[in-house]
């Protein structure tokens, strides 16, 4: 499957899963746009594919309608930024929810809707959203991170039937523990309970194993692409097999 002549956005496109993709997709053929709210890291992306760096707070729509001008029209829009502030719920305060609903759940809406129209009037376009596993199964540790994703989820549903008339389509992918700064961050601030918390994400996949980037971005690219003309509105796990509906 091949890109050429199309424009990608990828937000959180300057570490892990979004770098992947960025990858992917420049090598398949894409005008990447790297969009980030770590400038540097979007640059570094960028630099190494030839691809437009932008900085954007996908929680600000400011921010992203500043950066959405700059980027131009696009083809396909990976919103995959996303980040997590774990802990027990009754540990968690209304702030840390309004912060991770913002960029994981608010986020994908605001990028979505600076983008969409210039979609529907082109009549083309193809939007991947980044959910998780945590969307369907819920995740301890996890409480607004696992409502955010299940939001991203039925809100991929919603725009798939929206848009399906004007030649867009819109998918979402559903990790399970993937090999990133995200993954590692928790378990390795927590020391013993972390490493156990991780071995149990391990363990609660069929394949046994984390996951890479590159094995999400392949998933997302097949969604962006022609080859899934008719599919729309669909959530795919790649997780080995974490959740099997
Ligand atoms: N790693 C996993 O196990 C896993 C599992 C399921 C879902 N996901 C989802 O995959 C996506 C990518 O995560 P990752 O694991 O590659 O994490 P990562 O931390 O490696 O990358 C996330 C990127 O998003 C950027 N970002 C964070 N907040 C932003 C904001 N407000 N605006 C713009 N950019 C922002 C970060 O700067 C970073 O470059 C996220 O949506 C995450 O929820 C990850």
Redesign the pocket.
Known sequence: MRFDVRTALV?????????ATSRRLAGQGAQVVV????AA??RDVAAEIDAMAVT?????AESVRAAAEEAGPIDILVN?????LPGFFVNTNEQMWDFVI???LR?TLSVTHAFLPGMHERGRGSIVN?????GRTGSQLSSS?SAA?AGVIGFTKAIARESARFGVRCNAV??????????N?APEAMGELGARLKQG?IDATAMRR??T?DE?AAAIAFLASDDASYVTGQTLGVSGGLSMW
């Open positions: 937000t959180g496109g300057g570490s892990g899963i979004g770098a969009a980030d709210i770590n890291a979007a954007m707070d996908v929680a600000d995959n930024a996303g980040t997590d913002a960029v994981n986020g980044v959910a998780s596993e945590a991170y994703k559903a990790p399970g523990p993937i090999d990133t700064p995200l993954l961050a994400m984390l996951g980037p999400v």
